[in-house]
T-cell receptor, first 115, second 116 residues
């Protein structure tokens, strides 16, 4: 069965510092996609970054980057120069296969940014 | 944040009531989705619609009945719910189906449902 595990229910980071959120996944599919979503308090969930499994290069979006370790089935999110607006729940997700909807989310990590 | 709207934002209903959740997307997308977000549980994909046709139903109980009259609107009809159905119900849309095109989903703010 496909699973996504976020082992850190909560993390804190000092403003301007760097934090890494962990995510491990398991899928039997060779074709899959990985995502990080951000859900700020009382606001809509938005996509932060995505990674195609067939791409070896780690995805980067401004201050957000991932460390994709395919063999280890690890997909961590690094946030550099943390800002107060980064405080949110972060969800890791895996979409497996083609033409299917095995779209599994982790339980989330709550990130607190300390001023 | 106005690309996908959901109404109502909060709903309290008894187990014998019938209610409907509404989702509207203003992005010109062709695919729409319903998710359930329960406390301390992973987000669950419930239904997927593409061009008004349901393409996925992830073993959701029949007390949840989706309807997609056009590509801009999605409803979730609720009847004889259970207290464990209390959750945040999120709607999302995407330009194409997750598995076939644009993979980015745009989420609505959700409807907080409480079943008493």
């Amino acid at each position: 069965a496909q699973t996504v595990t976020q082992s850190q229910p909560e993390m804190s980071v000092q403003e301007a510092e760097t934090v890494t959120l962990s995510c491990t996944y398991d899928t039997s599919e060779s074709d899959y996609y990985l995502f990080w979503y951000k859900q700020p308090p009382s606001r809509q969930m938005i996509l932060v970054i995505r990674q195609e499994a067939y791409k070896q290069q780690n995805a980067t979006e401004n201050r957000f980057s991932v460390n994709f370790q395919k063999a280890a089935k690890s997909f961590s999110l690094k946030i550099s120069d943390s800002q107060l607006g980064d405080a949110a729940m972060y969800f890791c997700a895996c979409l497996s296969g083609s033409g299917t909807y095995k779209y599994i989310f982790g339980t989330g990590t709550r990130l607190k940014v300390l001023a | 944040e106005t690309g996908v709207t959901q109404t109502p934002r909060h709903l309290v209903m008894g187990m014998t009531n019938k209610k409907s959740l509404k989702c509207e997307q203003h992005l010109g997308h062709n695919a729409m989705y319903w998710y359930k977000q329960s406390a301390k549980k992973p987000l669950e994909l419930m239904f997927v619609y593409s061009l008004e046709e349901r393409v996925e139903n992830n073993s959701v109980p029949s007390r949840f009945s989706p309807e997609c009259p056009n590509s801009s609107h999605l409803f979730l009809h609720l009847h004889t719910l259970q207290p464990e159905d209390s959750a945040l119900y999120l709607c999302a849309s995407s330009q194409g189906l997750l598995a076939g095109g644009n993979y980015e989903q745009y989420f609505g703010p959700g409807t907080r449902l409480t079943v008493t």
